[in-house]
C-alpha cells in the first residue's frame, strides 16, 4: 500500500489555483555568526525544497505569499519583499519529481497538475530564529534552518533561487541595515559588524564602520553588556524604527 | 460589420501560451531632457498600453520578453532587466477590456482567454530614441514616445507598473551609470548631468557631479565639442564598455 499524503490546508479543488504559477520564499535567519535557511523536507524522503505553494484565483499574489509562508512554516507577519520571477522551461526536473510521486498515493489530477510547468514568483524574509519555532505543515515530515554555505542540492532550481536571494542581500545591505529583522532587539557593534562581514563576504575596518553606522543616526545607544571579562564592556544598541523607516525612505546608501 | 483584429504574429492556438501569465515591458527613453516611454495604442482606440504579451509553453521567460517586445515595438538586441510582478486581483479593469473587445470581430476563445486574470512579469529597458523607429505591429495603429511627466491613463495598472520603474531607476542610478544606453555614444558632462537631475528629479553641483563621474574611471574623454559660441567648448566624452563592466561587477555606488 502507497503512503498518503495529506494535503489538508489545500482547498480539495486544484481548480482553485492559478494553473502555471508558484510561489517560493526564502527566508533568511542569522545565527551563529552564520546564515541559515529555513527548509521544509518533503515527506518520506530526503528531498529539502524552498517553503512554496499555490496562488489562489481570488487572491493577490504579496497576499498569497505570506499565506504559503505561514501554512509551510508557521511563520506569520513578517516583510516579505517580492524578489524575483524564475521562468526558465527546464526550472523543474519532472523526472525526480514523479520518482517521488509515484512513491505516494496520488490521484491522477494531482499528479498532473503537479508535472505541468511554473513559473515561479520568489519573495524573500529575513527573521531572528531566536523568535520563533518553525511548523512542519503536512507535506513535509521536517521544517529546519539549514546552514547557507552547507546546503545539499535542493528540488527544482531552488539552489539557483537562494544563490539569487542572498546576491541581493549583498548588494542591499550596503544601502540599508538590514539587521533590524536579523539580530536580537539589543546588539553590540561587533556584532552588528559580524553580520556585515558575513553577508559582504569580506572583512570591515571596525572603527570605519563603527563611525559610518553611527552617522546613520538610525541607533539606540543603551547600557553596557556586561561581560564579566578583563576587557572593558561594549556598549549596547537597538534600532530606532522610526529613524530607520525615515532612512530607507531617503534612499541613501552608506557602506562605501 | 466588425473591425477586424489581425492576431498574425501569435500562433493561431492559444493553447500554446501558459494561462493567467503575461509581460509587459517598460521602455524608457530620454530626449529633449525629458524622460519618454514607448507605448503601442490599441488599434481602433484611444487606449495606450505597455507593449505586452503571452508567453509560450515551450519558452523561457526572459526569451519571451525579448520576442514580445520586439514583436509589438521593433526593438531587437535590448537588455532587458526583470523589474517586478504585478498580481493583484483587480489589477486588470475587464470592464473596460469588455467594451473594446465587443467592438471588434473577435471569436470566444479569445474573448475567453483575454478576459481571465493574467498576473504579469513586468521587463525594462532603456535606449536612446534615436538609435531605432519604432514599428507598430497588427495589435495597434500607433507606437510612440509619450513624455513620462504627462502620460494619459493607460489601461489596467500599466500606469503603476511605469511609476515602479520610474522608482527603480532613481535608486539605481545612485549606483550605475546608466546613462550608457539612454545618450548618445558623445556626450558632454553638462548633458550627463542634466540626466541624473532628471532621473533623480533634483539639482546636482556641477564640481562634485564631475569629479564624482570622472572618479569612477569609466568615461573616455575626446575632442571637444564645436559650438562657435563665445564660452569656451566642453569636451566630449563616451562610456568605455570594458570598464563600465567592471565597475558593475564591482557593485560599488558612487552618487552619494
Known amino acids: 500500500?502507497?503512503?498518503?499524503?495529506?494535503?489538508?490546508?489545500?482547498?480539495?479543488?486544484?481548480?482553485?489555483?492559478?494553473?502555471?504559477?508558484?510561489?517560493?520564499?526564502?527566508?533568511?535567519?542569522?545565527?551563529?555568526?552564520?546564515?541559515?535557511?529555513?527548509?521544509?523536507?518533503?515527506?518520506g524522503s530526503q528531498y529539502w525544497s524552498l517553503p512554496g505553494g499555490f496562488i489562489y484565483k481570488d487572491e493577490d499574489l504579496d497576499n498569497a505569499a505570506a499565506r504559503i509562508l505561514k501554512d509551510r512554516t508557521g511563520l506569520d507577519n513578517l516583510f516579505l519583499k517580492q524578489l524575483h520571477t524564475f521562468?526558465?522551461?527546464?526550472?523543474?526536473n519532472v523526472k525526480e519529481l514523479s520518482k517521488y510521486l509515484d512513491y505516494f498515493d496520488i490521484n491522477t489530477t494531482t499528479q498532473k497538475w503537479s508535472r505541468q510547468r511554473f513559473i515561479s514568483v520568489a519573495y524573500l524574509a529575513m527573521v531572528n530564529p531566536d523568535t520563533f519555532v518553525p511548523i512542519s505543515d503536512s507535506l513535509s515530515d521536517a521544517c529546519e534552518w539549514l546552514p547557507l554555505s552547507e546546503l545539499p542540492q535542493?528540488?527544482?532550481?531552488?539552489?539557483?533561487?537562494?544563490?539569487?536571494a542572498k546576491e541581493y542581500i549583498k548588494i542591499q545591505i550596503k544601502y540599508e541595515p538590514i539587521g533590524i529583522s536579523l539580530l536580537p532587539d539589543k546588539f553590540t557593534m561587533k556584532s552588528l559588524q559580524k553580520l556585515y562581514e558575513v553577508v559582504l563576504e569580506r572583512k570591515l575596518d571596525r572603527g570605519n564602520f563603527q563611525k559610518k553606522v553611527l552617522k546613520l543616526g538610525v541607533l539606540n545607544k543603551h547600557e553596557k553588556l556586561i561581560t564579566g571579562g578583563a576587557y572593558r564592556s561594549p556598549y549596547l544598541y537597538s534600532f530606532n524604527k522610526e529613524k530607520y523607516q525615515e532612512f530607507l525612505k531617503s534612499g541613501i546608501g552608506f557602506l562605501h
Chains 1, 2 share one sequence.
Open 154 to 164: 535542493l528540488v527544482f532550481d531552488h539552489n539557483e533561487i537562494i544563490a539569487k
Open 87 to 92: 521562468g526558465r522551461t527546464q526550472r523543474r
Open 1 to 43: 500500500m502507497k503512503a498518503k499524503l495529506n494535503f489538508e490546508h489545500f482547498r480539495p479543488d486544484l481548480e482553485d489555483y492559478l494553473p502555471s504559477l508558484s510561489v517560493d520564499c526564502v527566508v533568511f535567519g542569522y545565527k551563529n555568526e552564520a546564515l541559515y535557511v529555513l527548509l521544509p523536507r518533503w515527506t
